[in-house]
C-alpha cells in the first residue's frame, strides 16, 4: 500500500484547506482510511476516518462541524486498485495546526480506528500552519 498527501500550507484563523490522499494498494478497498495529525512535541492524534472508501465516517470531537472526510475517487480497473479521499477542514484554528497524515488499516472497530497503532500503512505527511 502507498500513500501520498497534498494540499497542506499556511492558512489564516478562520480561513480553509483541502488535504488530499491518493492510496493505492491490491487491497485498499478493504481499509480503513485515516487522517491523524502531530504537533511538535505532541502524540499522533486522530481526526478523522472512514470505515472503508466510501464507507461510514467518524470525527474526533475537536473537528466535528468544521472538518469534512471524503471519498473523491476510486479507481478499480487498473492492474492496482486507487482512490483518492480528501479532508476539508474549515474555520482552521492555530491548535489545528501540525503535520498530518493519511493512514490505511484494517481497524475492525470504531474505537481501533482511532488508534494509530492500528495503522500500519502512512504517508509521508502534509504541513498545516494556521496563524492567528
Known amino acids: 500500500v502507498q500513500l501520498a498527501e497534498s494540499g497542506g500550507g499556511l492558512v489564516q484563523g478562520g480561513g480553509s484547506l483541502k488535504l488530499s490522499c491518493v492510496a493505492s494498494?491490491?487491497?485498499?478497498?478493504?481499509?480503513?482510511m485515516g487522517w491523524f495529525r502531530q504537533a511538535p512535541g505532541k502524540e499522533r492524534e486522530f481526526v478523522a476516518a472512514?470505515?472503508?472508501?466510501?464507507?461510514?465516517?467518524?470525527?474526533?470531537?475537536?473537528?466535528?462541524d468544521r472538518f469534512t472526510v471524503s471519498t473523491n475517487r476510486i479507481v478499480t480497473s487498473r492492474s492496482i486498485p486507487e482512490i483518492t479521499i480528501s479532508l476539508r477542514m474549515n474555520d482552521l484554528k492555530p491548535e489545528d495546526s501540525a503535520l498530518y497524515f493519511c493512514?490505511?488499516?484494517?481497524?475492525?472497530?470504531?474505537?481501533?480506528?482511532?488508534?494509530?497503532?492500528?495503522?500500519?500503512?502512512w504517508g509521508q505527511g502534509t504541513q498545516v500552519t494556521v496563524s492567528s
Open positions: 472512514l470505515s472503508r472508501p466510501g464507507g461510514d465516517k467518524y470525527y474526533a470531537d475537536s473537528v466535528k
Open positions: 494498494g491490491q487491497n485498499i478497498m478493504n481499509y480503513v
Open positions: 493512514a490505511a488499516g484494517l481497524a475492525p472497530t470504531v474505537a481501533s480506528m482511532k488508534n494509530a497503532a492500528e495503522y500500519p500503512y
